[in-house]
């Protein structure tokens, strides 16, 4: 009896079509192209226009998550499923619905609830992903950085650059839930992520609840750098930006546009970055956050860019447009932005403003010299 070999078969498939720059389908070509599939080639001629589009095509949709359901969901997770070891952390993720169903919220980036019951401890570990914590409501829970215990309020953004230890106790009497960035989708695409665990448990020294942190004691004095630090870490060192900073600039920006001095980056469109204190350069080398403020009526330019970004709403009403949707949204309701998909935001006339965290991949793109943006005109 003859062996029988088992060829696995190829994942190659070459349709042979009738189409501008393609050759006529005849047997000669199905055969040649049966050929390609045993050899595991492909022409160039039945991939170039998905290969190299004239502009960049996401494979991403534009998709809108309500933070009412989120939380009601985390809430539900916080009554059935542990936070400890193996899972570590009780996190759930955006998943974009034209990305295979992975936990991916855009290419790139990784968007999730967390959320943590009164008491709880997430296990102290550390990977190489940059991170980062945005709070929409709430309040109890620090976040150890590094043995450095971290206030988590409302409007706080907590940056978390890759390989530092970190664990989150919350301290309150209340859940709490916030939202988790990171660039997982980035380092797995890239395969160069690191991950090691660390203490299951961290002291009670560690478990404390100070106002301050010891990074923000050091950090957080606007234009003054800790001359005991070195200054260009890849990082942050500053582990919190507390909304009454962010909320005192953006304003000073509105008042001075009413002022007639200029300071927004469009009429009744504030918005600030959150930088490196040391470099003055994105908080993180693959994440940019920034904090937009559209006044009272008010809208953005369109515009859109390289990269794909993630925002929440921490703030207010209005509507968003992306690309060719759009959505009325309030406060937590996150939506994703993909890359080169035109973006408009704009706040009700019966609100006070709305104002929208923001977080992309842009440094990724700077960095390769492959950043672009279009601004339409007013
Ligand atoms: C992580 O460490 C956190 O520390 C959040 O809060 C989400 C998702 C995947 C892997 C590690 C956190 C995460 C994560």
Same mark, same amino acid.
């Given at each position: 009896m003859a062996a029988v070999i088992d060829v696995p078969p190829s994942p190659v498939r070459l349709k042979a079509v009738a189409a501008p720059g393609q050759p006529e389908p005849t047997p000669a070509l199905e055969q040649l192209y049966r050929g390609f599939e045993q050899e595991l080639l492909v022409p160039l001629w039945t991939e170039i226009g998905d290969l190299m589009p004239p502009q960049p095509r996401s494979k991403a949709a534009a998709h809108l998550w309500r933070w009412e359901r989120l939380k009601q969901l985390a809430g539900e997770a916080g009554r059935i499923v542990p936070v400890g070891? +193996?899972?570590?952390?009780r996190a759930i993720a955006l998943a974009?619905?034209?990305?295979? /169903?992975? @936990?991916?919220?855009?290419?790139t980036l990784w968007a999730a609830i967390q959320y943590l019951m009164p008491g709880e401890n997430a296990p102290e570990h550390r990977h190489t992903q940059h991170a980062f914590r945005f709070v929409v409501e709430g309040e109890g829970v620090w976040t150890v950085v590094g043995g450095d215990a971290v206030r988590m309020s409302r409007g706080d953004f907590l940056p978390q650059a890759g390989w530092n230890w970190h664990a989150h106790h919350n301290a309150a009497t209340e859940p709490m839930a916030w939202i988790d960035g990171l660039d997982i989708p980035f380092a797995y695409m890239t395969e160069s992520q690191f991950f090691e665990h660390g203490r299951d448990a961290i002291s009670e020294a560690e478990q404390g609840t100070p106002e301050r942190s010891r990074s923000e004691r050091l950090? +957080?004095?606007?234009?003054l750098r800790p001359l005991?630090?070195?200054?260009?870490?890849? /990082?942050? @060192?500053?582990l919190a930006y507390r909304w009454a900073d962010t909320d005192r600039a953006l304003a000073d920006q509105l008042a001075l546009e009413d002022e007639g001095h200029p300071g927004v980056v469009s009429a009744g469109h504030a918005a600030v970055r959150f930088t490196h204190?040391?470099?003055?350069?994105?908080?993180m080398p693959t994440i940019r956050c920034e904090m937009h403020r559209v006044r009272r009526g008010g809208r953005t330019r369109a515009w859109r860019e390289v990269g794909s970004s993630v925002y929440q709403v921490f703030d207010g009403t209005g509507s968003v447009r992306v690309g060719g949707q759009q959505w009325r949204v309030q406060r937590g309701d996150l939506f994703v932005v993909p890359s080169w998909v035109p973006f408009q935001a704009q706040c009700d006339a019966d609100a006070p403003l709305l104002d929208l965290f923001r977080f992309g991949d842009a440094p990724i793109f700077e960095a390769l010299h492959q950043h672009r943006v279009q601004v339409d005109a007013e």
């Open positions: 070891r +193996g899972g570590e952390r974009n619905p034209a990305l295979g /169903g992975r @936990p991916f919220a855009t290419p950090w +957080g004095h606007p234009g005991s630090q070195p200054a260009d870490t890849a /990082g942050s @060192p500053l204190p040391g470099t003055g350069r994105d908080v």
